[in-house]
């Protein structure tokens, strides 16, 4: 009985300290409507966002992107089985609470995206069990804690796009599983720690657009394509791409103390204390300061050294190959291997706590080794397409359909994408039929294809994402039915190279045996094809009715036949082929050289008079175009366009037709 009392006043607790954050989160009262004093954070649909273990303690709040406009209250240290707290994407404002440090079970830490303010809480230390602390793009200032380095279970360390100032500590070199640690976009300053570079399981070091300076520690090299560095002009090392040699001017270390500059609390300097005692003991800042002086003078002191060393090396450098500088950098095409192989920067990582996690392609039945090998490479970490779009902002929004919604993303490396969000319910409710989908939409690599970066499936969300590279220019039906002075009309050779480009795309998968099976796209339309900045064509959601449930299928086919695309013999036979998507495009290359986004019978007619090629070909070219290439463009038009599938040419052909024009090149 007095057990049932503690669990009951405990769960009081738990609900007034809930009840205290939701006054200060959401001081209107618009977005956590179901939390009440009354409620059960346990049981029901009350306390939205709010997950209890099986002990009946609080232990998950997520409440990203939720509109939430007030300050974290330190009620949220009075939680204390909190493992998982996401309240990333929202625009609280206001100091991070030292209270916060009384969660020791919380694993993960995700504050990020806000309009958070002040310094990191040097008590934070305390919670020995975080495994991702997230602050990224927010409004902290101050210097980086050196007490960070005390917590051993960190593993992604996300400081980015703050005001962060002082030097980076060397202390987080002393983290053994850090996998991923991102300070870029701050004000720091001084050098890089050695002992990052000596971090061993530090995988991506993101260190861009800050006032650092000195010798890159060599040892980052290890790295590679995980190491960025640019953007601070203080920098130098040999062996980094866009680095300059180090010079003794370089090796000297800049004055600490300088008027214009916050002290750093330290840079290649350990301190010879844990934990935040280190703020307030006056032994401990007169060691660092010893401490610092030694290290100067042992600079000063190697300097002499180095620089003769150095000079050594450039010598040896103008004799070998030009290359050699490069110190084993992989190639252009070797660093696309190497990104094949990876998918993801952040692929491996997933929330710490499986909350939301990423689903395990191995638990599904009916997969080959190879696909699973695959998987892993595409694999992108939830977190990531939720960054990437800001947490699927509208306005990030590129275009909805009946059975998806496409995001313009940024990934952490800078790279634009298309994240295409599709609900479970809109796939194949069968495991395996859908994993062989997504194996096949893995293996199209063309560049006429729109490239697949990799995908993500979240049973938690019930959706699952794939992500494309972004194609700026739009699509091809942007070109069609423009009035006179009104967007941007097509040059002649532009529409050619088109033509050929969208032929080759769609050879391609013809000629790729999915599965034993020829794989058809089924949708080819103007909509479907994306023209980069220099006009070339990549269809889009090539394979993508692999994935499916027949319903979507059918309405998306039943759009392409209002719009003509629809071969004529679908009525009967029910099935497509190669030959309905020799139809599909044969309707596209029509709507090409006529600039028409609808071709009617006139058209045609127009089309196979030779004639009439002026009344046929889009006038705002003003007759600038080659009857020659008009007319043979025309002729296998109109045969892709034929009634009979047997009568037309197959995808093979027609690039080999194309190819035998010497304009057509």
């Not at 040699?245 to 600490?256: G, I, L, T, V």
């Not at 103390?257 to 006056?282: F, M, Y």
């Not at 291997?337 to 706590?353: D, H, Q």
């Not at 947490?391 to 990030?396: I, Q």
Request: hydrophobic content about 35%; charged content about 20%.
């Amino acid at each position: 009985m007095v057990c049932g009392n503690n669990n009951n006043e405990e769960k009081e607790k738990e609900v007034r300290a809930l009840m205290e954050m939701k006054a200060s989160m959401d001081p209107f009262g618009h977005y956590l409507t179901s939390w009440t004093i009354n409620g059960n954070p346990c049981e029901g649909s009350s306390f939205e966002g709010v997950a209890c273990n099986d002990k009946g303690q609080v232990a998950n709040i997520s409440l990203q992107g939720k509109g939430l406009i007030g300050k974290l209250s330190p009620a949220i240290g009075r939680l204390k089985h909190l493992t998982g707290l996401y309240l990333h994407y929202n625009s609280l404002y206001g100091q991070i609470p030292r209270e916060i440090a009384n969660l020791t079970q919380l694993g993960d830490l995700y504050l990020n995206v806000n309009h958070l303010s002040g310094k990191i809480p040097t008590e934070i230390a305390n919670m020995d069990n975080l495994q991702v602390l997230q602050l990224c793009y927010n409004q902290l200032t101050g210097s980086i804690p050196t007490q960070l380095g005390s917590l051993k279970k960190l593993s992604v360390v996300a400081l980015q796009s703050n005001q962060l100032t002082g030097a980076i500590p060397a202390s987080l070199g002393d983290l053994p599983i850090m996998v991923r640690l991102d300070l870029s976009s701050n004000k720091l300053f001084g050098s890089i720690p050695t002992s990052l570079a000596d971090a061993p399981s530090l995988k991506i070091l993101d260190l861009h657009n800050n006032t650092l300076s000195g010798n890159v520690p060599p040892a980052l090299k290890r790295l590679e394509d995980g190491f960025l560095y640019e953007e601070n002009l203080g920098l130098c090392g040999l062996g980094f791409k866009s680095l300059k040699a180090c010079s003794a001017s370089d090796r000297k270390p800049e004055p600490y103390g300088a008027a214009t500059r916050d002290i750093p609390e330290t840079a290649n300097v350990k301190l010879p204390c844990n934990g935040s005692q280190c703020l307030n003991s006056p032994k401990s800042k007169q060691a660092t300061s010893i401490t610092i002086g030694i290290v100067v003078v042992a600079i000063a002191v190697s300097a002499i050294g180095i620089l003769a060393f150095t000079l050594h090396r450039r010598r040896k450098q103008k004799l070998g190959s030009s290359f050699h500088v490069s110190d084993g950098r992989p190639s252009i095409d070797e660093s696309r291997s190497i990104y094949r192989k990876s998918g993801s920067p952040l692929a491996s990582l997933e929330y710490s706590t499986g909350w939301d996690p990423l689903s395990d392609c191995r638990s599904f039945n009916g997969v080959d080794d190879s696909d699973e090998e695959t998987f892993q490479s595409f694999r992108f970490n939830l977190e990531e397409i939720e960054s990437a779009t800001q947490y699927f902002s509208e306005m990030n929004l590129l275009g909805k359909s009946s059975f998806s919604a496409t995001y313009k993303g940024v990934l952490r490396d800078g790279s634009v994408v298309a994240v295409k969000s599709i609900s479970k319910t809109s796939c194949k409710s069968d495991e395996g039929e859908f994993l062989k989908g997504l194996s096949i939409l893995t293996s199209l690599r063309n560049d006429n294809l729109v490239r697949l970066r990799g995908f993500c499936c979240s049973r938690g969300r019930g959706e699952c994402f794939l992500v494309y590279d972004f194609v700026s220019n739009g699509n091809l039906s942007r070109f069609l039915d423009l009035k006179e002075g009104d967007g941007e009309v097509l040059e002649w050779s532009t529409r050619v190279s088109i033509v050929k480009g969208i032929a080759k795309g769609v050879a391609y998968l013809h000629a790729h045996k999915a599965k034993k099976a020829v794989l058809v796209h089924q949708n080819i339309s103007a909509e479907k094809v994306l023209v980069d900045h220099r006009y070339n064509p990549m269809l889009a959601d090539s394979g993508l009715h692999k994935l499916l449930t027949n319903d979507i299928v059918f309405s998306e086919l039943k759009a392409s036949a209002a719009k003509g695309y629809l071969a004529p013999e679908y009525t009967t036979t029910g099935r497509f082929t190669e030959t309905s998507d020799v139809y599909a495009f044969g309707v596209l290359l029509l709507q090409i050289l006529s600039g028409k986004k609808h071709i009617s019978n006139s058209i045609r007619l127009a089309a196979a008079e030779s004639s009439r090629f002026q009344e046929f070909i889009d006038p705002n070219l003003h007759g600038r175009f080659f009857e020659y290439e008009a007319a043979k463009l025309v002729k296998i038009a109109l045969l892709c366009c034929s009634e009979s599938p047997f009568e037309r040419p197959s995808m093979e052909g027609i690039v080999q037709e194309l190819g035998n024009c010497s304009s057509c090149i």
